[in-house]
């Protein structure tokens, strides 16, 4: 019976470093979904910062749940109007029925926003809007 060879790797001198930096790709942005968490500060307009949230929406639809309630926090404090709130149900709509893949986002974004925003105008509520706004 033959006796086993022992193979021995030659030793490599890496010239990695434990201490380097951290290897970010090009165009990374480690803040991007702070933005979202931060409010309205950023945003001139109602409309800016609702279309931007759609769109973030729409690119990453798994953060719904963590940032839907902040969302409409904000949208509480900035949806003060008649006008405002028939801006944002308009936004919303476009949102929904221009982007195929948003029309289910769309619908549980509707569904939140009518159970959690605090504005009832003269003109109704989300809902009521939203509802006139289809037909």
């Known amino acids: ?41 950023d945003y001139p307009t109602l409309s800016e910062y609702v279309q931007d949230f759609l769109n973030h929406l729409t690119e990453q639809p798994g953060s719904f749940e963590t940032e839907i309630e902040q969302f409409a ?6 949806v003060t109007t008649d006008d405002a709130l028939q801006e944002l149900v308009e936004l919303i709509y476009q949102q929904a029925t221009s982007i195929p893949n948003f029309s289910y986002m769309g619908a549980r974004l509707c569904n939140y926003l009518s159970h959690h925003l605090t504005i009832s105008p003269q003109s109704g509520n989300f809902r009521q809007l939203l509802l006139q706004r289809s037909v």
């Not at 926090?73 to 900035?78: A, D, H, Q, R």
């Open 73 to 78: 926090e904000t949208l509480n404090g900035w």
């Open 1 to 41: 019976m033959a006796k086993p060879q022992v193979v021995v790797a030659p030793v490599l001198m890496s010239k990695l470093s434990v201490n380097a930096p951290e290897f970010y790709p090009s165009g990374y942005s480690s803040n991007y979904t702070e933005s979202y968490e931060d409010g309205c500060e």
